[in-house]
């Protein structure tokens, strides 16, 4: 079973903080996912707030995905545009992390239906993996543009996203090009000895020339995320072994 992010849980005590108000709507959420009723804590009474935010860490990663759609089909007791908002900016935060989000719309309104479906673990790991290597060697500046383009698909500018995922994979041939002692416009044939390799990493390149676009679907830009992410597992890869 994949570890749920730490994002996920703090998106999801957001919400929860927002939408439930009242000691017996937690109340009825603890009975339903099984959790502590967690009146007092060392003697002292908690908040709806603070309840609210355990609820979101101490469910298991099993039952995550159950309690993320219990949250996402609670109605506000006062409707607010900013709740909607915030319901979308989690879905995307989800399908970011793999998770299947489905929007039906019934004669009610909007009901959401969230699974685990495609393969999350391996991509959390990918995500972890490339994060790891990055940081061992020096190469911060490809992280930071993969952070900023996560940031900005979640709050839904995906043009802008699948833009600053291209800007990682240029910093990336850019930053082993100068190690290398090697110009950066022949990095892939200086670089991969593998010609179907090198026509594959130009083609996932190019893929993310739409971030030039004005405007892209949201399909593409997570579609472009995580085949660079995946391109840049792979030369980091490449890149240790060399170093």
Request: charged fraction near 30%.
């Amino acid at each position: 079973m994949v570890k749920v992010p730490e994002q996920l849980r703090s998106y999801l005590a957001m919400l929860i903080q927002r939408l439930f108000t009242l000691h017996s709507e937690l109340d009825s959420l603890a009975l339903i996912f099984l959790l502590k009723p967690y009146k007092k804590l060392d003697g002292r009474k908690l908040s709806v707030r603070e309840r609210g935010e355990k609820y979101a860490y101490e469910v298991g990663d099993e039952d995550f995905h159950k309690l993320a759609t219990y949250v996402l089909n609670k109605e506000a007791l006062y409707y607010a545009p900013e709740v909607d908002e915030m319901k979308k900016s989690f879905v995307r935060a989800l399908k970011m992390h793999g998770y299947d989000v489905k929007e039906i719309k019934t004669w009610g309104g909007v009901k959401w239906e969230v699974e685990p479906s495609f393969s999350p673990d391996r991509m959390e790991k990918t995500r972890e993996e490339v994060k790891t290597l990055l940081e061992q060697l020096g190469l911060h500046e490809v992280q930071e543009g993969l952070n900023l383009a996560e940031e900005l698909y979640i709050k839904g500018e995906f043009a802008k996203s699948l833009w600053n995922v291209r800007k990682a994979l240029e910093d990336l041939f850019q930053l082993i090009s100068a190690r290398m002692g090697i110009d950066s416009k022949d990095f892939l044939s200086r670089f991969m000895e593998s010609e179907s390799a090198r026509e594959l990493i130009k083609k996932i390149y190019w893929y993310t020339c739409k971030g030039h676009e004005v405007e892209i679907s949201e399909h593409e830009a997570i579609f472009g995320y995580h085949l660079v992410l995946s391109a840049i597992y792979y030369l980091v890869l490449l890149f240790r072994n060399l170093a």
